[in-house]
């Protein structure tokens, strides 16, 4: 498994270098973005596509391969592999089949924009990718925010507009995001705002939603609300995207008030807006 640059094809480790010229195939997302980054380094390579439609037909061939004794180098497009990138079912399936993963460490766009966003040394979580889709982004992020921590996101140009406008609706406009883009090529860009200025700053400049997006998105005002014990802020923000009895396990979670008072709380709460719609 072997990490590769995010952008600079300089950041690349003389391990990393040193596995991929001896690997008898090199198992790549893309192959042409590969051969672009084994021509920089003059390496010559066996290249076998290995990509999100065929990774698990993909892992079998692999580990034939390996069973005559040949070694393989998985690599994606950019970064470390199997985290938001193909990899896993290969890794799983040969460890199942007895044979040994090593892992080459490097470049990951997440670790990368957080040792640049100037955020205090916190808890934080990954989660990748958000939903596509509206309804299904916001259900995730009222669970994610609800959660204690500063939160690391990937985001695709065509959606990241939609994604912090749904970020403002769910966990509040007031929260601080970092905005990093380009990480390492030559229009890199980290920009520090509040959330509910997040789209109108991309939306003032097209070259702004242009390539690739790491968000960092600091703790949201119910989570510290919580931290002081006002569960019913807690429990409200949660009702508003989540089923009553998920909402209300969260909320005890955060708050650490007892299941029976919120879920009385929460009854309360969804009769009143049942009236209101009425």
């Given at each position: 498994?072997?990490?590769?640059?995010?952008?600079?094809?300089?950041?690349?480790?003389?391990?990393?270098?040193?596995?991929?010229?001896?690997?008898?195939?090199?198992?790549?997302?893309?192959?042409?973005v590969t051969a672009r980054l084994l021509e920089h380094h003059h390496i010559q390579g066996k290249l076998a596509a290995v990509h999100e439609h065929n990774e698990r037909r993909a892992a079998e061939w692999i580990v034939e391969l390996l069973g005559q004794g040949k070694k393989v180098a998985l690599v994606t497009d950019a970064g470390t592999p199997?985290?938001?990138?193909?990899?896993?079912?290969?890794?799983?399936?040969?460890?199942?089949?007895?044979?040994?993963?090593?892992?080459?460490?490097?470049?990951?766009?997440?670790?990368?924009?957080?040792?640049?966003?100037?955020?205090?040394?916190?808890?934080?979580l990954f989660a990748g990718f958000l939903p596509a889709k509206s309804t299904a982004r916001r259900k995730a992020l009222a669970v994610f925010g609800a959660l204690p921590y500063t939160l690391l996101f990937y985001e695709a140009p065509h959606r990241v507009v939609e994604c912090v406008e749904d970020i403002a609706a769910v966990l509040g406009a007031e929260r601080r995001i970092v905005i990093a883009r380009e990480l390492t090529k030559l229009f890199e860009q980290i920009h520090h705002c509040?959330?509910?200025?997040?789209?109108?700053?991309?939306?003032?400049?097209?070259?702004?939603?242009?390539?690739?997006?790491?968000?960092?998105?600091?703790?949201?005002?119910?989570?510290?609300?919580?931290?002081?014990?006002?569960?019913?802020?807690?429990?409200?923000?949660?009702?508003?995207?989540?089923?009553?009895?998920?909402a209300v396990k969260l909320a005890c979670k955060l708050t650490g008030e007892k299941r029976n008072t919120v879920y009385k709380r929460a009854l309360q709460l969804a009769q009143h807006v049942k009236a209101r719609r009425r």
């Open positions: 498994m072997v990490a590769t640059p995010i952008g600079n094809l300089e950041d690349i480790s003389l391990r990393a270098v040193n596995a991929l010229a001896r690997a008898d195939v090199i198992a790549a997302e893309d192959t042409r199997a985290i938001s990138d193909p990899g896993g079912a290969v890794v799983a399936r040969a460890r199942a089949s007895g044979f040994a993963v090593v892992p080459i460490p490097g470049p990951n766009a997440a670790i990368t924009a957080l040792s640049a966003a100037g955020i205090p040394d916190e808890p934080f509040v959330v509910g200025d997040a789209a109108a700053w991309l939306q003032a400049d097209a070259d702004r939603q242009r390539g690739e997006f790491v968000l960092l998105v600091q703790k949201s005002v119910f989570v510290r609300k919580a931290a002081e014990g006002d569960w019913e802020r807690v429990l409200a923000v949660l009702l508003a995207e989540l089923p009553l009895a998920h």
